[in-house]
């Protein structure tokens, strides 16, 4: 599973060296994905904390701590060949969690790039939207987790979690469906 979010914090990932570590953003992510089984610990500090994540990518749209929060189109764009480089090397990826609107075009631009979509048609943001590309590839859509939608109640724990046991049933699901085994049972049924 893949989580794509916005960009580095400035106080968080570009001091800590991990993605969501060390601010609020993380501190509201980690314990759920210590709950949904995706991190060995609720709390994340540094990325010398000893904390694994199992079958889980977390990486971002934009690779640079942007000013007032929001990179600019041009950012994007000229980030966007580390995305593409990232979701090649991920060759068992089957689920992506979009945290954010901007994370959410951020891969449907990816997927536009890369001819896995002729069109945005039918694709737009809501929390809780679940979409699965013509490769394959299932995508859920949330807030993102930071401290302006979880301090306003936008985003709540509840909420949060719903999207992460729902990430983890389709990864479960698809890596079923993908053994030999999983594609024998398939057989058998049809």
Same mark, same amino acid.
């Given at each position: 599973?893949?989580?794509?979010?916005?960009?580095?914090?400035?106080?968080?990932?570009?001091?800590?060296?991990?993605?969501?570590?060390?601010?609020?953003?993380?501190?509201?992510?980690?314990p759920v994905l210590?709950?949904?089984? @995706?991190?060995?610990?609720?709390?994340?500090?540094?990325?010398?904390?000893?904390?694994?994540?199992?079958?889980?990518?977390?990486?971002?749209?934009?690779?640079?701590?942007?000013?007032?929060?929001?990179?600019?189109?041009?950012?994007?764009?000229?980030?966007?060949?580390?995305?593409?480089?990232?979701?090649r090397l991920l060759?068992?990826?089957?689920?992506?969690?979009?945290?954010?609107?901007?994370? !959410?075009?951020?891969?449907?631009?990816?997927?536009?790039?890369?001819?896995?979509?002729?069109?945005?048609?039918?694709?737009? !943001?809501?929390?809780?939207?679940?979409?699965?590309?013509?490769?394959?590839?299932?995508?859920?859509?949330?807030?993102?987790?930071?401290?302006?939608?979880?301090?306003?109640?936008?985003?709540? *724990?509840?909420? !949060?979690l719903t999207i @992460?046991?729902?990430?983890?049933?389709?990864?479960?699901?698809?890596?079923?469906?993908?053994?030999?085994?999983? *594609?024998?049972?398939?057989?058998?049924?049809?």
């Open positions: 599973m893949l989580i794509l979010g916005l960009a580095p914090g400035a106080h968080g990932s570009n001091r800590t060296g991990r993605p969501f570590t060390g601010d609020g953003s993380g501190d509201f992510l980690y210590y709950e949904t089984g @995706f991190a060995s610990q609720p709390r994340a500090v540094s990325r010398d904390d000893g904390m694994k994540l199992n079958d889980l990518w977390i990486t971002s749209v934009g690779r640079c701590a942007p000013p007032g929060n929001k990179p600019t189109p041009e950012e994007l764009r000229n980030c966007a060949h580390w995305l593409d480089e990232e979701l060759k068992n990826l089957r689920v992506v969690v979009c945290l954010g609107k901007i994370a !959410f075009d951020g891969l449907l631009a990816w997927a536009l790039r890369t001819g896995v979509l002729a069109s945005r048609a039918g694709y737009s !943001f809501a929390h809780g939207a679940e979409y699965t590309f013509p490769n394959g590839l299932h995508v859920i859509t949330s807030y993102h987790p930071s401290l302006q939608n979880t301090n306003t109640g936008k985003l709540t *724990r509840p909420m !949060f @992460f046991e729902s990430a983890r049933k389709l990864a479960e699901t698809t890596a079923a469906q993908a053994s030999p085994r999983g *594609r024998l049972h398939e057989k058998v049924l049809a």
